[in-house]
């Protein structure tokens, strides 16, 4: 039976200074909503939330009850907090600053994980420091020399880890790997549900705070109010469709999947599918913060893809949550996806008000529906230990 083990407050603080990192990047986003601007935000963001996923992985294996620990965490904090500081420019003059923090954000994970498990996980940390590595020489460029190093550490972040594991698992350190793999296997599957869902609902109140934010100085009519409630509508469908419908279930997948089985799992649900939902609140905060102040205009086709494309994206997400875990049904936020798209040109042909209603009324319509059809969507069902990933039994 498993020791329970919960989020320290320590952790919490931690993830508060990792979120600012995604508020800045709704920032750069907001002032540049065009493929470079999604481009730029999409790199910076793959390669801090790999990090930030080795962190989460890191606590939960290695808590942060000691005084070297503690210190050492608090260090990585200070580095995304530079990260964070960076993003903006991390493309033109902040680069090197950022690549800076980002080395020191590495070592210290590589420290605390040596500290707890020897020079054993030098199979992932090596990598690592390589990725920062890229990360930092791409500061010292502008333009396509940038961007070339930049994909180098995203090559890197997902390839060599890979490849390092296979190559190793066909060697002669056979008894070495497996000590790693128990390791990075272990995880306490409440610790690990509870992290994120407690960094997801953290970057759900950044998306509040971009309510505020694009309100700006403007008095509070009735029209901005309204946009307000509208907003905050869609950020609750979606709250609700993750912490009402989908995080009870996840952690009984967890649970219920064999320890040594939960890191890949953990590497599907909560990184890969997890990046788009993190990204989709982040662009629809932006397209919420370049949308309230003008809610009775036609929006730019930026804006109104920022709205609706962040909600799409963060449904993608989800349905890829949704398919690692084996839970569902699927088909009704799959429709919700192609609706949401389809209020683009509400927006630009309308108002930025009616596409916020449109959001709403899809959402509201894909909840009901599931809550009519699947209303015993609230607990994930028996799961074998014994299937690939944690699908469940049928």
Not at 98 to 115: D, E, I, K, M, N
Not at 226 to 243: I, K, N, P, Q, T
Request: with cysteine; aromatic share 10%.
């Amino acid at each position: 039976m498993e020791t329970p083990h919960r989020v320290s407050t320590l952790e919490l603080f931690f993830d508060l200074v990792f979120v600012f990192t995604i508020t800045q990047l709704t920032v750069l986003l907001a002032d540049d909503i065009s493929l470079r601007g999604a481009g730029q935000v999409l790199v910076i963001f793959t390669v801090l939330f790999w990090m930030y996923g080795g962190y989460a992985h890191l606590t939960n294996q290695v808590p942060p009850d000691r005084t070297v620990r503690r210190l050492l965490l608090i260090l990585a904090m200070g580095a995304f907090l530079v990260c964070a500081l960076a993003v903006p420019t991390a493309f033109g003059a902040g680069g090197v600053a950022f690549g800076l923090g980002y080395v020191c954000v590495v070592l210290v994970h590589s420290a605390l994980y040596t500290q707890a498990h020897g020079f054993g996980v030098l199979w992932f940390a090596l990598p690592n420091m390589l990725c920062a590595l890229s990360v930092l020489a791409a500061g010292f460029f502008d333009g396509p020399p940038a961007w070339g190093l930049w994909m180098l550490a995203l090559l890197i972040q997902f390839a060599v880890p890979q490849l390092v594991q296979r190559v190793a698992a066909s060697g002669e350190t056979e008894e070495a790997v497996t000590t790693v793999s128990d390791q990075l296997g272990g995880m306490s599957a409440e610790h690990l549900v509870e992290r994120h869902g407690l960094l997801l609902i953290i970057v759900f109140g950044e998306s509040v705070i971009a309510i505020g934010i694009g309100t700006g100085s403007l008095p509070l009519s009735a029209g901005i109010a309204g946009g307000a409630f509208l907003a905050l509508a869609v950020a609750s469908a979606l709250w609700w469709m993750y912490f009402v419908r989908d995080e009870g279930r996840a952690e009984e997948v967890f649970a219920a999947t064999a320890p040594e089985k939960r890191f890949k799992l953990a590497m599907l649900a909560y990184y890969y599918a997890f990046l788009p939902m993190l990204l989709g609140i982040a662009a629809f905060a932006a397209g919420v913060k370049k949308t309230i102040g003008h809610l009775g205009e036609h929006l730019h086709t930026g804006p109104a893809l920022a709205l609706a494309g962040g909600v799409a994206v963060y449904l993608a997400g989800d349905l890829a949550f949704r398919a690692v875990l084996g839970i569902g049904p699927a088909r009704f936020r799959a429709a919700a996806l192609v609706l949401v798209l389809a209020t683009v040109p509400v927006g630009t042909g309308t108002a930025g008000l009616w596409q916020l209603v449109a959001l709403v009324v899809v959402l509201l319509g894909a909840l009901g529906a599931e809550l009519r059809w699947s209303p015993d969507c609230t607990g994930a069902g028996p799961v074998r230990e014994d299937t690939a990933y944690g699908q469940r039994m049928t």
